[in-house]
């Protein structure tokens, strides 16, 4: 069997799964890189991965893109990470096996045209063998509510690299006294390190000083240094730029607890599985992607609610004052990532699974934990604070707006027709009946592929967006002095022309529709 990892960079996120995937399958296995690292990423710390004979970049020389094409096509399964469909649609065409990798769908609720953008990417490929690997607990509800994958979306995630330890001597390296927190990460809004500051506050004032150590950067940061200070917590926290994948790990090896504060916007959180295999206890956010999936509540750490920071306290508080629970919970912790989700688990259940497919069973439920079938309410669709309609309240604001606007049009027509009598209303009407025929020539039918071309190269939007527009006016001005001309040439009086240049006005406003299908 001959396997295709595609995505944007090889990672030490995901260099664990390929080497594993290469360590089963040897020359059958190929991992496309698309893009080189992004700048972001290395100012976290992260390094390009060095080269492995497995690994392809295709921004390196076109023979090379060329190579990546044809495996793409003709590999017996392909894995499809970060990256467009064009990579993927001809095999689909084919029916041959593909899987898409990808962490949930609507991280900040569902947005307008969502269900169109689903039908595009996924549903219409619903007859062919194409799968999802869920990098998220939230994945396959978000897939389920715009009905795509059902019973083809699998529990996932990524596997950063589990090192193994003495576990007793792992668990000795740690404050005996159990106040040593850790928090790692980008300082952004949606993954709220000033809760963690806070939470120190709070503990300080309860009599639980602790030492909680910030590994990462971001734009958060002058705001945690004066909040830092404002709450006089120079001695409790330590704030430290970005460090290397390594260094980060032997700041978890030595902490006690790992706070976990992001919201639904954590697609999956790779530090959870780096923190656990160090044998921390974790305190979690719920909405954390990953957090379904590795912790079992106060089993092998704990989950909070996100946002609540009396939750956060008081299951931080917890472990602080039952030290054996959290020595018992980190040693439990590693035992979930040695045992089960690490990298050479889940490539040996993935080639499984991908044999079961190949052999004829298109939905195969084989195991609990990676690759097992995703669970359609594994929690809240969208975030709690963003509330969704119900299909019968948006057809009812449709269906109203729709009737205000006939009722007004109603109106208007009425006091049209009193106005200006029977002949002078006639040749309005008239000029309105010739502009609505010509209306088709004036769009070109662009709506129908400028969508699909939005959606596919949303990078070259600006270009296509500017080429619809300028095709329209074209067609609209051509369509407007033809339709001028012929009036003039046979209508008797001066009215009908005027009024049905200023009715022809209106067709030259057309050309800017093109802007909402990009909305």
């Excluded at 290469?22 to 972001?40: A, I, M, N």
């Excluded at 990417?121 to 063998?129: E, L, Q, T």
């Excluded at 090192?163 to 668990?171: D, F, M, P, Q, R």
């Excluded at 917890?318 to 989700?341: C, I, S």
Aim: charged share 15%; aromatic share 8%; with cysteine.
């Amino acid at each position: 069997m001959t396997l295709t990892f595609i995505t944007n960079s090889l990672t030490h996120h995901t260099a664990p799964l390929a080497d594993a995937l290469s360590g089963w399958l040897g020359t059958d296995f190929h991992f496309v890189e698309t893009k080189p690292l992004r700048q972001e990423r290395i100012q976290l710390g992260w390094q390009q991965e060095p080269d492995r004979p497995y690994l392809l970049r295709t921004y390196e020389c076109p023979e090379t893109a060329a190579r990546c094409r044809r495996l793409a096509l003709n590999s017996d399964v392909v894995l499809l990470g970060s990256g467009p469909d064009r990579w993927i649609l001809p095999r689909l065409h084919q029916h041959r096996l593909t899987f898409r990798y990808a962490e949930r769908w609507y991280k900040t609720g569902v947005p307008p045209g969502a269900q169109a953008r689903a039908w595009l990417h996924h549903g219409r490929f619903r007859h062919a063998p194409l799968y999802l690997l869920c990098a998220s607990a939230y994945a396959a509800a978000d897939a389920a509510l715009a009905g795509c994958y059902p019973g083809r979306a699998y529990r996932f995630g990524y596997f950063p690299e589990v090192k193994y330890h003495n576990k007793s001597a792992l668990l000795a390296q740690k404050d005996p006294n159990g106040r040593r927190l850790l928090w790692a990460g980008r300082f952004l809004p949606w993954k709220h390190p000033l809760d963690a500051i806070t939470l120190a506050e709070q503990l300080h004032g309860a009599g639980l000083p602790v030492h909680l150590t910030f590994l990462g950067s971001g734009p958060e940061r002058p705001t945690m240094e004066r909040e830092m200070l404002r709450l006089h917590l120079e001695q409790q926290i330590r704030i430290l730029g970005p460090l290397p994948p390594e260094a980060v790990r032997l700041e978890m090896e030595q902490a006690n607890l790992f706070l976990l504060t992001s919201d639904f916007q954590e697609g999956w959180g790779a530090v959870l599985n780096e923190a656990m295999s160090s044998a921390c206890a974790v305190v979690s956010s719920h909405a954390v992607g990953a957090a379904p999936s590795l912790l079992r509540h106060r089993e092998n750490g704990c989950l909070y609610q996100s946002g609540n920071l009396d939750d956060l306290t008081r299951q931080v508080t917890f472990l602080l004052t039952h030290p054996e629970e959290q020595r018992r919970m980190g040693a439990a912790a590693y035992d979930t990532m040695t045992r089960l989700w690490n990298p050479e688990v889940a490539a040996e259940r993935l080639l499984t699974l991908c044999r079961c497919i190949l052999a004829g069973n298109p939905r195969p439920k084989l195991f609990r934990g990676p690759l097992q079938p995703g669970s359609h309410s594994a929690g809240p669709v969208v975030p709690m604070s963003i509330s969704r309609c119900t299909p019968a309240a948006n057809a009812s604001w449709i269906i109203g707006g729709k009737v205000c606007l006939a009722l007004i049009h109603l109106g208007v027509s009425m006091c049209a027709a009193r106005l200006l009598g029977t002949e002078g209303f006639g040749e309005i009407q008239y000029a309105a009946a010739i502009s609505g025929l010509l209306l088709p020539l004036c769009t070109l039918g662009l709506h129908d592929v400028l969508v699909p071309e939005l959606v596919r190269c949303p990078k070259n939007s600006g270009a296509a967006l500017g080429t619809a527009i300028g095709m329209r006016l074209a067609a609209s001005l051509g369509v407007l002095a033809a339709w001028y001309l012929l009036l003039c040439l046979g209508a008797s009086g001066v009215a009908v022309p005027s009024v049905a240049l200023l009715y022809g006005i209106s067709l030259i406003f057309q050309a800017a529709e093109p802007l909402a299908d990009w909305f």
